[in-house]
């Protein structure tokens, strides 16, 4: 949205600048996904990167095989048990990425100014005249004039890391290309990017398939990210071989928009996706510079250095105001030098712009989008939070099974922390009895202001009043714990009793 219309709660004043930042449990409201990769393997170092304020890890199989990607998580198991930290799983597909292929691992050096060809012949080396490539439809696809980016991992902007190619003839199925600025590339793999250009390649490839119905089931992943989202129909498709999963048939489905085609669909998009993930990577290069700032982030330079940009600090907070659920990091943990610092200044940039957000203005356009009748359950939620800013609560407590009730509280961006405590429910698939409740708190740690706790599975979801009153005495006990909740604090309950919901305000004694 333009930034006069940004969620600011107005006066900022200059002592409120000045101000130390004040320590908190919760680092952000606004939640963390960071990509684990070569710098942020290893069991320290994710244990730090949860501690910092990393809630989801995202695992990118654009690069890596599962079993590397397998040790990845053993290693994620074990960092959750020591830090005692819940932490959601994403997978994130391939899609329809076009790929250069170094299979030497060479370094490549290319001149502006000079002529690079791009074949489809993966049987060819790469090098500074050639480079092959894993899709053989680029020559009908492109033109002469055409802009191609070429870059590791995500785009920097850097002239030095990734290069501008321009289209300067098509020759049979090789496409060559003028070299608009120097630079070299390292690795063995390298994202190739059409500017504005319709790829005819699937968005759930047959590779994303084996990987999601043999990594993703053993892994029981919570998240989906599905690359390069273009149209509805692929979110309804990948969310029918989901189905077809067993366990997966919960799993959550975020559409990764990432170039122009994406956008021209995004409300579609929006209607059939459980969540939407802009990439500014592509996206950034996809549209003109001057619509960029308008749906998407800055490159970050937090990969190689210590310290934010100034615009990088203010696209973090802008996304905070314009009420984003989650700042999601791919370089800068994936193979960033400092992951852990990356996290938790982003934590703290969010933490900050928190403070200003506006939630009156954004809580009466929720209310105003969400319309009337309101359901039940919606009514619920509105009247909790509305109750909880009203008697300045410590905290919102919201008994769930299904996790619905606590994410529909947050949606209105609550001033203060919902916790969510997770009733479990006895489920049977007429071979063994399980509990529900690990999946459904996972998939709440990517919503913003929600942080879950499991119930003990003793207590049914369909409890009595006195083994509610046992799970509030526990979640009050974990929030006084957390130092969210202290004597004499007010805190809103939102729970079921028999058929009817209710919310109450309490207030605490010594």
Known sequence: MPSSHLLLEEPIR???????????????????????GPKSRSVDSISNCLKAGMSVARFDFSWG????????????????????????????????????VNKAETTVSLQADGQVVL????????????????????????KKGDTIFIGQYLFTGSETTSVWLEVSEVRGQDVVCTIKNTATLAGSLFTLHASQIHIDLPTLTEKDKEVISTWGVKNKIDFLSLSYTRHAEDVR????????????SQTQIFAKIENVEGLTHFDEILQEADGI??????LGIDLPPEKVSFVCLKDSCM?????????????VANAVLDGSDAILLGAETLRGLYPVETISTVGRICSEAEKVFNQDLYFKKTVKY??????????????????????????????????????LIAKYRPTMPVLSVVIPRLKTNQLKWSFSGAFEARQSLIVRGLFPMLADPRHPAESTSA???SILKVALDHGKAMGIIKSHDRVVVCQKLGDASVVKIIELED
Do not use: W
């Open 14 to 36: 200059m002592a409120s600048i000045l101000e130390p930042s004040k320590p908190s449990f919760f680092p952000a409201m606004t939640k963390i996904v960071g990509t684990l």
């Open 467 to 469: 083994t509610n009153e």
């Open 303 to 315: 990969t190689d250095n210590l310290r934010p940009t100034r615009a990088e600090a203010t696209d």
């Open 370 to 407: 969400v319309g009337e009748p309101m359901t039940h359950l919606e009514s619920i939620a509105s009247s909790a939070v509305r109750a909880a800013i009203k008697v300045k609560a410590s905290v919102i407590i919201c008994f769930t099974s299904s996790g619905r009730a606590a994410r």
């Open 119 to 142: 074949t489809p012949d993966r049987g060819q080396d790469a090098t500074s005249e050639l480079l092959p490539i894993n899709f053989d439809g680029l020559a009908k696809s492109v």
């Open 277 to 282: 993930i802009l990439s500014r990577g592509n």
């Open 237 to 248: 498709q990948a969310r029918e071989f989901l189905s077809k999963l067993g366990d997966l």
């Open 65 to 100: 095989d599962p079993a590397y990607h397998q040790e990845t998580l053993e290693n994620l198991k074990t960092a959750i048990k020591t830090t005692k930290k819940l932490c959601a799983v994403m997978l994130d597909t391939v899609g329809a990425e076009m790929q250069v």
